[in-house]
């Protein structure tokens, strides 16, 4: 009697592929079946990643305020001026007439004006001693100087076209006080002002200029009328240049070549403001203050993600038990808690990207500070909240493969 034929071996069934769809299914479960816990983990992770937005959006708005106020103080501006000391006594000191023509070709420069000193007297009324003049200067000035000082009118206008050939004049906000001619009335004849010897109507006064006290303590004319009427000879004695910020050095360092080639000792050139220096260090300090605080949101968030995915496999082993006694295999375990932790933490990034634009917005309003809305620190907080559910849910995510499942069904 023969024996009977031996079962052919049965081949173990391969593992089933869960496609992407199933994965974030299964990972939501979590999430839906512990939503109290879920939302405390997911407000942890949002407030860290509002906090990176909020301390990158609010001082970046900040620093763009004090970019702006710096700015006005001059750290884009230079000023060169003829050297009195090195000429002889007596001697007028003075810029070649075509200075500024030259010195507009260099490359960096956006706008330079030229003024001139006409060494004449500034008086109220004839009855004022002429060596008495207050401490006044009376300088023929262009019409584009206004905006290379950032200078503003208080009251009336500055010279046009039309009244810089004529013989009127625009008060530096000193020179209005002691002149006594604070501020001018509209509907009234313009006052007059004595200079040399030939009357001046004031058709303007000036606010206080930070970068250019002379100019406050100054009376301005046009090129023309102080030319026809105080005996001025066109050469100029003093140059502001406004030049691109970055090469603020380089246009210093070119400066008394270009305006006086023959002589460049003959030029003075300020040196650029010491506000250009603090706003560099500032743009320096507050950009490692970024990196520093959003280093530890992310840290922060990412510690409450791994506590709560790893308080959710000791509660769930059971669950993880019955899973694998199924047939579910590691693989399949570790993508569906890394999947939670990585949906975990990208509600909190989202949630925590609202709330910290919200506030940010708010905050930049109040103090009326230029909105700087920080696209780097938005891209950088959704990214980081899935790096971080990523390294956040690895351990707790092989810890639930690697329990057995006899051991996981028996966990009370």
Same mark, same amino acid.
């Given at each position: 009697?023969?024996?009977?034929?031996?079962?052919?071996?049965?081949?173990?069934?391969?593992?089933?592929?869960?496609?992407?769809?199933?994965?974030?299914?299964?990972?939501?479960?979590?999430?839906?079946?512990?939503?109290?816990?879920?939302?405390?983990?997911?407000?942890?992770?949002?407030?860290?990643?509002?906090?990176?937005?909020?301390?990158?959006?609010?001082?970046a708005s900040s620093q763009?305020?004090?970019?702006?106020?710096?700015?006005?103080?001059?750290?884009?501006?230079?000023?060169?001026?003829?050297?009195?000391?090195?000429?002889?006594?007596?001697?007028?000191?003075?810029?070649?007439?075509?200075?500024?023509?030259?010195?507009?070709?260099?490359?960096?420069?956006?706008?330079?004006?030229?003024?001139?000193?006409?060494?004449?007297?500034?008086?109220?009324?004839?009855?004022?001693?002429?060596?008495?003049?207050?401490?006044?200067?009376?300088?023929?000035?262009?019409?584009?100087?206004?905006?290379?000082?950032?200078?503003?009118?208080?009251?009336?206008?500055?010279?046009?076209?039309?009244?810089?050939?004529?013989?009127?004049?625009?008060?530096?906000?000193?020179?209005?006080?002691?002149?006594?001619?604070p501020d001018l009335v509209?509907?009234?004849?313009?006052?007059?002002?004595?200079?040399?010897?030939?009357?001046?109507?004031?058709?303007?006064?000036?606010?206080?200029?930070?970068?250019?006290?002379?100019?406050?303590?100054?009376?301005?004319?046009?090129?023309?009328?102080?030319?026809?009427?105080?005996?001025?000879?066109?050469?100029?004695?003093?140059l502001f240049v406004q030049?691109?910020?970055?090469?603020?050095?380089?246009?210093?360092?070119?400066?008394?070549?270009?305006?006086?080639?023959?002589?460049?000792?003959?030029?003075?050139?300020?040196?650029?403001?010491?506000?250009?220096?603090?706003?560099?260090?500032?743009?320096?300090?507050?950009?490692?203050?970024?990196? %520093? &605080?959003? #280093?530890?949101? *992310?840290?922060?968030?990412?510690? /409450? =993600?791994?506590?709560?995915?790893?308080? @959710?496999? $000791?509660?769930?082993?059971?669950?993880?038990?019955?899973?694998?006694?199924?047939?579910?295999?590691?693989?399949?375990?570790?993508?569906?808690?890394?999947?939670?932790?990585?949906?975990?933490?990208?509600?909190?990034?989202?949630?925590?990207?609202?709330?910290?634009?919200?506030?940010?917005?708010?905050?930049?309003?109040?103090?009326?500070?230029?909105?700087?809305?920080?696209?780097?620190?938005?891209?950088? %907080? &959704?990214? #980081?909240?899935? *790096?971080?559910?990523?390294?956040? /849910? =690895?351990?707790?995510?092989?810890?639930? @493969?690697? $329990?057995?499942?006899?051991?996981?069904?028996?966990?009370?």
């Amino acid at each position: 009697m023969s024996a009977p034929p031996r079962p052919s071996a049965v081949p173990s069934p391969s593992p089933v592929r869960l496609p992407l769809s199933d994965v974030l299914l299964l990972g939501l479960i979590g999430i839906r079946t512990r939503r109290i816990r879920a939302a405390l983990s997911a407000l942890g992770i949002s407030i860290g990643i509002a906090t990176m937005i909020v301390v990158t959006g609010i001082p970046a708005s900040s620093q763009r305020a004090l970019e702006a106020e710096l700015t006005a103080l001059g750290t884009n501006r230079l000023k060169a001026v003829a050297d009195s000391s090195l000429t002889e006594p007596g001697e007028t000191v003075a810029i070649p007439k075509e200075a500024a023509a030259m010195v507009s070709r260099i490359g960096p420069v956006n706008a330079v004006t030229d003024v001139a000193n006409t060494h004449a007297t500034a008086r109220r009324s004839e009855r004022i001693d002429s060596q008495d003049a207050a401490g006044l200067l009376v300088l023929a000035a262009r019409r584009n100087l206004p905006e290379v000082l950032n200078a503003k009118v208080r009251s009336g206008s500055y010279l046009t076209a039309v009244t810089e050939r004529f013989p009127a004049a625009v008060l530096g906000s000193v020179a209005a006080a002691r002149l006594g001619h604070p501020d001018l009335v509209a509907g009234e004849p313009p006052p007059q002002v004595l200079l040399g010897n030939r009357w001046f109507s004031v058709v303007g006064i000036l606010r206080s200029i930070p970068l250019a006290p002379d100019i406050d303590r100054s009376v301005l004319v046009g090129w023309d009328a102080a030319r026809d009427n105080l005996g001025f000879d066109g050469r100029p004695t003093l140059l502001f240049v406004q030049a691109d910020e970055s090469a603020v050095e380089d246009v210093h360092a070119v400066l008394p070549e270009t305006i006086a080639p023959d002589n460049p000792g003959l030029v003075k050139v300020s040196r650029p403001s010491n506000a250009l220096a603090a706003k560099r260090s500032t743009q320096a300090n507050f950009s490692g203050l970024f990196v %520093g &605080l959003a #280093g530890v949101a *992310l840290l922060v968030g990412g510690i /409450g =993600v791994a506590n709560t995915m790893v308080i @959710s496999v $000791l509660d769930r082993r059971r669950e993880i038990g019955l899973r694998r006694a199924l047939g579910a295999s590691r693989g399949q375990i570790r993508s569906q808690f890394l999947a939670e932790s990585v949906a975990l933490s990208c509600l909190g990034g989202i949630a925590g990207v609202l709330i910290g634009v919200l506030a940010t917005v708010a905050y930049a309003a109040y103090r009326t500070w230029p909105l700087v809305f920080p696209l780097p620190a938005v891209g950088s %907080g &959704l990214g #980081g909240a899935i *790096l971080v559910g990523i390294l956040a /849910g =690895v351990y707790p995510a092989v810890r639930a @493969s690697r $329990l057995p499942p006899t051991e996981a069904l028996s966990a009370t």
